[in-house]
């Protein structure tokens, strides 16, 4: 029952990732950081987005992160340096491990200190979709 109810979500994933989600699967990359537990914790969720740090100096820069998240098939790339300012919580033009816990909290809808899938897609959605 429980395998069923995951495939039915992956499947369910995958059909409303299509329109403007430019290939990317949401529901792969949420299980590739939240681990067996199901849950994106804050630091797994600061993991994600450290990925962008190419130099690995501990700041996304903004050009680490458009380039980023145009070869990694982000929807709407178009619109990254805009979400870039979004991200941006600390506002000092890198991302970094001051901006993390806010954008971690921005997501956490019920403030419980994990994130869910549902949440997860809700937010990533609001933030990165453009309709
Ligand atoms: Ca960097
Ligand atoms: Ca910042
Ligand atoms: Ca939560």
Not at 24 to 36: E, K, V
Not at 45 to 57: K, M, P, V
Not at 64 to 85: H, K, M, S, V
Request: overall charge negative; some cysteine.
């Amino acid at each position: 029952m429980r395998t069923f109810a995951v495939i039915a979500l992956a499947l369910f994933g995958c059909v409303i990732a299509q329109p403007g989600g430019g290939g990317l699967n949401l529901d792969r990359l949420f299980n590739q950081y939240a681990g067996n537990d199901q849950v994106i914790s804050q630091t797994e969720f600061a993991r994600f987005w450290r990925h962008f740090d190419d130099d690995g100096d501990g700041d996304v820069t903004k050009q680490e992160f458009d380039r980023g998240w145009r070869q990694e098939g982000f929807p709407n790339p178009q619109n990254a340096p805009l979400f870039f300012l979004e991200m941006d919580r600390v506002p000092d033009e890198v991302l970094n491990n001051l901006d993390y816990p806010h954008i971690f909290h921005l997501f956490d809808e019920n403030g419980n200190g994990e994130l869910t899938l549902r949440e997860f897609r809700y937010n990533w959605e609001a933030y990165f979709s453009d309709n």
